[in-house]
T-cell receptor
Framework: SQQGEEDPQALSIQEGENATMNCSYK?????LQWYRQNSGRGLVHLIL?????REKHSGRLRVTLDTSKKSSSLLITASRAADTASYFC????????????FGTGTRLTVIP | DGGITQSPKYLFRKEGQNVTLSCEQN?????MYWYRQDPGQGLRLIYY???????QKGDIAEGYSVSREKKESFPLTVTSAQKNPTAFYLC???????????FGNGTRLTVT
């Protein structure tokens, strides 16, 4: 399978704590994207990291990419109850329209 | 206001009936996608289209059909041949091969 695989499958933390989610993939990539999905809604793109980047920040989000280990991590700092959602990584494998594959996601619950 | 509209939000059908899910976009994106999401299984690609009057099968196209007569519209028909049609269906668009996907808010189909 070419999809990203997220770990852990579920994560429960207290508000204010940091949340870390990991993603592993199997082939060379152009970039890797992280998405968030609130229950019963569509996915929303959070951040894109290119294959030649090692770290990227966006607000309370920090994404790292290690192409030698074929892995990425998403860190959410100072979590809030509103961060409760499922988070998906999507490795982008190359050109073409069908080059993006989703895993099963990490279900994050932030307890107020 | 740019975006993707999926309708209806909830759809109920009897087994053996075909049903068509609507997806309309005003983002002027060339590529459009249909995904199916089942609990705990992430997103699976049904069909995608890169240009008007052209579309390709994804990983789970059996029992589904699509059309792309206009750039703005990519309706999905769930036929009676689909053995397990009850699921959450998501439409997405994209502006180029490495760019993020933009998602609608989904249609939850229940077939009894």
């Amino acid at each position: 399978s070419q999809q990203g695989e997220e770990d852990p499958q579920a994560l429960s933390i207290q508000e204010g704590e940091n949340a870390t989610m990991n993603c592993s993939y199997k082939t060379s990539i152009n970039n890797l994207q992280w998405y968030r999905q609130n229950s019963g809604r569509g996915l929303v793109h959070l951040i894109l990291i290119r294959s030649n980047e090692r770290e990227k920040h966006s607000g309370r989000l920090r994404v790292t990419l290690d192409t030698s280990k074929k892995s990425s991590s998403l860190l959410i700092t100072a979590s809030r109850a509103a961060d409760t959602a499922s988070y998906f990584c999507a490795p982008i494998l190359g050109g073409g329209a069908n080059n993006l594959f989703f895993g099963t996601g990490t279900r994050l619950t932030v307890i107020p | 206001d740019g975006g993707i509209t999926q309708s209806p939000k909830y759809l109920f059908r009897k087994e053996g009936q075909n049903v068509t899910l609507s997806c309309e976009q005003n983002l002027n994106h060339d590529a459009m996608y249909w995904y199916r999401q089942d609990p705990g299984q992430g997103l699976r690609l049904i069909y995608y289209s890169q240009i008007v009057n052209d579309f390709q099968k994804g990983d789970i196209a059996e029992g589904y059909s699509v059309s792309r007569e206009k750039k703005e519209s990519f309706p999905l028909t769930v036929t009676s041949a689909q053995k397990n049609p009850t699921a959450f269906y998501l439409c997405a668009t994209r502006d180029g091969g490495n760019s993020p996907l933009h998602f609608g808010n989904g249609t939850r189909l229940t077939v009894t």
